[in-house]
């Protein structure tokens, strides 16, 4: 029995042990002579492994590990030709800790060209050969010139032999980024490079008898790819005016903001967040596309008729080391007829008088000169007979009330009309209504008093004026006339007419 007990307590600790998580004892890594800050190292697999409550750790303060398993430099680091070593540890609630050993593998440019391992084949026959690549890492602040790879031949008997490299980054467009040392094939950067402006470079390197001057191997093309870093903050593309109805519901579409970054595309570099900075009482956006909606019904343009918020846009997804702008959008409203004409009296009481008895004002709070603000007057009550028309003011959205029938005393001397003010369009957004308001209108009596206006005086007082003058006329002619009866009847010649003063002198004797 107690042989029985000792082998289930073996055989628990065995299944506990292959149940525990642990890594592989080890793992080699290609590397590059040197790792830039941020650059991957190596991926790590764990077997077993709880993913929620495994904690791995890296023993080289060089380097950190993420939950992924991803290793990352944290600083510069130098790989040397003998390779680097340092060890990731792995533990999970277990306690057990399980350790793997990581081992750099120094490797100059391409691998399969480095000294003693088979390079380029000795004769000219064309192999099918898979560009090599070479990376670096843009605006890397080092001591310039810097080797980055050395490429040779492998061949014993090649003992004197020369290397030329031409292409993009050498002799031509951009010159003077890289060099070779043609003894030794050493590889060299001259001086910081920029991705966004030139993302990769491709030359070709030759080896050539030093001798003879006769080349000995075929050509080796070589891409060398600038990785990227963040170094771009994200741009705004596109005007950020955007117009959204007033009293909209919420979660109503605004706009879209757009964003650019110059950074390498499938990175985080490029990963935009965007937040409101100010505005979120009444807007909010969407972290990851930008479109801005409302987040209230009560958005009112007679209140307020722009709203002006501010949009921050990160890269990193937002991260607190990531490159950020921010800038301002205005959200303008645009008008409902939410707001009925109202009017400026309670009531109103006219004589009539004349054609047009009455001027009604009004006033409205939507947007000028439309037709949710232009007025349109209705009489509801009192107009059975067709007596009265009313008309819209356009300059001043009045209305106007004018007779259209007399109005008979005898049959009514008061005449109760309601006029409602309505507006070119219909209500909508608002819960009022079209506001009426009572016109009381007295008639008069037709008592044979008669008014007159201008144009009447001015019929009645053109008849008598011609009288007038014809009588003065006459008047003068008749002054006229008795003066020159006067001339052949002075003193008490009895109507005989005097001779004239320019008879002979005997004549004039003669009646003496």
């Known amino acids: 029995m107690w042989k029985f007990l000792i082998f289930t307590i073996c055989l628990t600790q065995i299944l506990s042990c292959v149940e525990s998580c642990f890594l592989q004892r080890s793992l080699y890594v290609n590397s590059p002579g040197r790792f830039r800050p941020g650059h991957h190292v190596a991926k790590i697999e764990t077997v077993g492994c709880d993913a929620k409550s495994t904690r791995l750790t890296v023993k080289d303060p060089s380097f950190t590990i993420k939950c992924n398993g991803e290793v990352v430099a944290l600083t510069s680091v130098l790989v040397g030709e003998g390779g680097r070593t340092f060890s990731v540890c ?16 120094r490797s100059t440019m391409p691998k399969r060209h480095r000294r003693g391992q088979g390079s380029l084949n000795r004769s000219k026959r064309r192999r099918d050969w898979r560009r090599p690549t070479l990376n670096i890492l843009e605006n890397y602040k080092g001591n310039y010139p810097e080797e980055l790879s050395t490429i040779v031949i492998d061949a014993a008997e090649y003992r004197d032999v020369y290397y030329t490299i031409e292409g993009e980054g050498v002799d031509t467009y951009p010159t003077g980024v890289f060099s070779m040392d043609t003894d030794t094939g050493a590889l060299f950067l001259l001086k910081a490079v920029d991705r966004e402006e030139f993302p990769e470079y491709d030359f070709v390197v030759r080896a050539f008898d030093k001798h003879t001057n006769v080349e000995l191997e075929e050509e080796l093309p070589l891409t060398v790819i600038v990785d990227d870093v963040n170094d771009n903050a994200p741009e705004f593309v596109g005007p950020l005016q955007f117009t959204v109805p007033e009293h909209c519901s919420a979660g109503t ?22 937040t409101l900075v100010s505005g979120s009482d009444m807007f909010t956006i969407h972290p990851e596309t930008g479109v801005i909606t409302t987040t209230t019904n009560t958005l009112d343009r007679e209140l ?3 709203h002006v918020v501010t949009v921050k846009i990160q890269d990193m997804n937002g991260a607190p080391n990531g490159l950020f702008a921010t800038s301002t959008a205005t959200i303008a409203l645009s008008d409902i007829n939410d707001n009925p ?30 037709s949710n603000w232009m007025s349109k007057f209705v009489t509801t009550k009192g107009n059975e007979n067709g007596n009265f028309r009313i008309v819209t003011d356009p300059q001043t959205n009045e209305g106007l009330l004018y007779i259209s029938k007399p109005l008979d005393y005898e049959k009514t001397n008061d005449v109760q009309l309601q006029i409602t003010a309505q507006n070119v369009a219909s209500l909508n957004g608002s819960s009022a209504t079209w506001q009426s308001i009572p016109v009381d209108v007295n008639v008069k009596r037709g008592d044979g008093s008669v008014s007159f206006g201008l144009l009447g005086i001015m019929t009645i007082l053109c008849p008598v004026v011609l009288l007038l003058l014809f009588f003065l006329v006459l008047v003068f002619f008749c002054l006229k006339k008795r003066e020159k009866l006067q001339l052949y009847d002075s003193g008490d010649t009895g109507g005989i007419p005097l001779k004239s003063n320019t008879e002979a002198p005997e004549d004039s004797m003669a009646w003496e």
């Open 253 to 274: 579409v605004v706009g879209v903001v757009s964003a650019t970054d110059r950074d390498q595309i499938g990175t985080d570099h490029v990963k935009i967040k965007y």
């Open 90 to 105: 792995a533990q999970d609630k277990s306690g057990r800790e399980s350790k793997m050993e990581v081992h750099l593998v």
């Open 304 to 306: 307020k008729d722009n």
């Open 341 to 370: 004409p109202t009017f400026m009296k309670s009531s109103y009481n006219v004589t009539e008088s004349e054609k047009r008895l009455l001027q009604i004002p009004v006033q409205d709070k939507d947007l000028i000169n439309t």
